[in-house]
């Protein structure tokens, strides 16, 4: 990112042009020094000294000796200019940004400035500032393509996947769909969850530069995306063979382990609502993920439940509490196209005891289309008198997730369920969701959802049963992006609800909150919360919150080439 092998071009570029008559051909440090401590004042000394310590590879010394010469003559468009860029070379971003301001007002026409300035902030990851920096040199120098290509990168960069696409566009436009514009096009594709057409786009490429770094690199992004996972271990292995110890090969690895590798995660969630319903609820799980893409799964759940007498959820005989364990093992593997998956396992509570299972299949039949189906049986666990009746279901699922734009997704869920006491159950969700903002620190997304249930018989079972429910709601989702391994999630939600036994509709919402801490490292905390206000639940009650803990392993990728 930083593009250290451009900065040394223009340091060196500087040190053999820009001072070139007063600086010696191979220069001896010790007489310098001992000229800045006879003439501290004199600027062209301290100058001299910077350009000796550059021709020798020491840039923090030369940025230090730079640093005395601007604050003798703060006004010297030279001296900040060598400033600016030693203190890029150095990694000090801080002082080379101050120096490309200083600049700007004592040159305010130098457009070349404002280009400096904008890569500046792009390399030391002020995305934000570097598309604001690319815009104003773009309106003055429109006809630069280079310009275009790191618009569009930066605004990559900070996932803004979208608008990379339109400048990427308009640089098509002007200067026709080159080398360049194709690379940085598969860059972002890969990245915005349409990785088959960054491969489409990828593959003449890379055949005919299979050990480039950059189309490696790209090319194991979008397998990663595409879940193909030898294929993505494969050019793993071959991308760190290029560059083993890039910053960029890390960071490929750890998207690479965060989307396939095996993980652990025990996690603990505890509920209360308004009915005065409480759960709590230990479930430890596991997962190994192989080369192949097989992906087998286990795992253990506890629920303790308990509702106060009178409550209409407490068990039958009065009884306020209740417990369900199951113990279950999965398996998943993609077949032409398909991932088929399964899940397995013994439900029991103190008066039953049967198996319970999940099979289910997912499909992607092009970028940006998701259709999911799934059978599931088991125990219907919603209160202490749902586990005490014993009752059962049979649930059939489907899902679509369908986003005809990168700034757009539509998901739908539909459910049908049948209960062991003889009852029906239909719900169904509609949820478009808009991207609004994507910026250096900020997500946000604005959306809405369409809720349905309706049951066929209303029973005095412990759960919700009404014959029709609706809700209708907006929905605001942000997100900080507060470090690199650190965010913070939310959904606020507001809307307006009604049922058979309030036919009036009436306002009700929602919040949730979710903090992860280790996003891309072997460890990571997910600490989460949320509650509902005034909107129905599954016990039927009109409010409730709910917080979870949960601490994941997530171990690396095995490559290929290690099996």
């Given amino acids: 990112m930083k593009r250290v092998g451009l900065v040394m071009f223009v340091v060196i570029l500087w040190s053999t042009n820009s001072f070139a008559q007063s600086a010696p051909a191979v220069p001896d440090i010790a007489p310098l020094e001992r000229a800045v401590q006879e003439s501290p004042q004199d600027a062209n000394v301290h100058v001299q000294l910077s350009q000796g310590y550059a021709m020798v590879d020491r840039p923090l010394q030369a940025l230090e000796a730079m640093e005395h010469a601007v604050a003798i003559s703060p006004d010297s468009v030279d001296f900040l200019r060598a400033r600016a860029t030693l203190a890029t070379w150095a990694g000090d971003y801080a002082r080379a940004r101050d120096s490309y301001r200083r600049l700007a007002k004592l040159q305010p026409d130098d457009h070349d400035v404002a280009l400096n300035f904008a890569r500046v902030n792009a390399w030391s990851g002020r995305t934000d500032a570097a598309v604001d920096a690319y815009k104003q040199y773009l309106r003055a120098k429109p006809d630069s393509p280079s310009a275009w290509i790191e618009l569009a990168r930066s605004e990559m960069w900070r996932g803004n996947y979208a608008a990379a696409l339109d400048n990427l566009d308009t640089y098509q436009d002007r200067f026709g769909n080159d080398d360049a514009c ?152 993609p077949f032409a196209g398909v991932n088929l998956r399964g899940r397995v396992g013994q439900s029991r509570t103190a008066i039953d005891s049967l198996t319970a299972y999940a099979i289910g299949a997912d499909v992607m039949p092009f970028d940006g289309l998701t259709l999911s189906v799934e059978r599931s049986s088991g125990l219907f666990v919603v209160s202490p008198r749902t586990v005490g009746l014993g009752l059962h279901q049979v649930s059939h699922s489907g ?95 507001l809307g307006a609800q009604r049922d058979d036994f309030s036919p009036a509709f009436r306002p009700g919402g929602n919040a949730s909150a979710e903090a992860t801490f280790g996003i891309f490292k072997p460890w990571a905390l997910k600490v989460s919360g949320g509650g509902i206000f005034n909107q129905r639940l599954g016990s039927g009650a009109f409010g409730g919150y709910s917080a979870s803990v949960s601490v994941i392993r997530k171990f690396s990728f095995t490559s290929s080439a290690a099996r």
């Fill in 399 to 493: 899902r679509v997730e369908w986003s005809p734009t990168l700034r757009l997704v539509v998901a739908g869920n539909v459910r049908s369920q049948t209960l062991s006491d003889n009852n029906r159950r239909w719900e169904f969700t509609l949820q478009p969701r808009y991207s609004v903002a994507r910026t250096e620190r900020l997500n946000l997304d604005l959306g809405a959802v369409v809720g349905h249930l309706s049951t066929r018989t209303n029973y005095d079972n412990g759960y919700y049963d009404p014959s029709r429910y609706q809700y209708y709601g907006f929905i605001v989702y942000p997100y900080w992006k507060m470090r690199e391994n650190v965010g913070l999630g939310m959904s606020l939600g």
């Fill in 182 to 333: 194709t690379r940085e096009r598969a860059a972002v594709l890969a990245r915005a969850g349409r990785p088959r057409e960054a491969l489409d786009i990828l593959e003449p490429l890379f055949r005919a530069h299979a050990d480039d770094y950059e189309l490696t690199l790209t090319r194991t992004i979008a397998l990663t995306a595409d879940r193909r996972t030898r294929e993505a271990s494969q050019a793993f292995d071959a991308l760190r063979q290029l560059q083993p110890d890039s910053s960029d090969t890390r960071s490929v690895e750890r998207t690479v382990r965060n989307a396939l590798g095996s993980t652990a995660d025990p996690g603990v969630n505890l509920y209360r609502d308004s009915s005065t319903l409480e759960i709590l609820r230990v479930e430890p799980r596991a997962t190994m993920v192989f080369a192949s893409g097989t992906a087998l799964s286990g795992g253990f759940e506890h629920e303790q439940l308990r509702a106060d007498k009178g409550s209409g959820l407490e068990q039958i005989d009065g009884t306020e509490s209740a417990r369900h364990d199951q113990i279950w093992i999965g398996a998943a593997h």
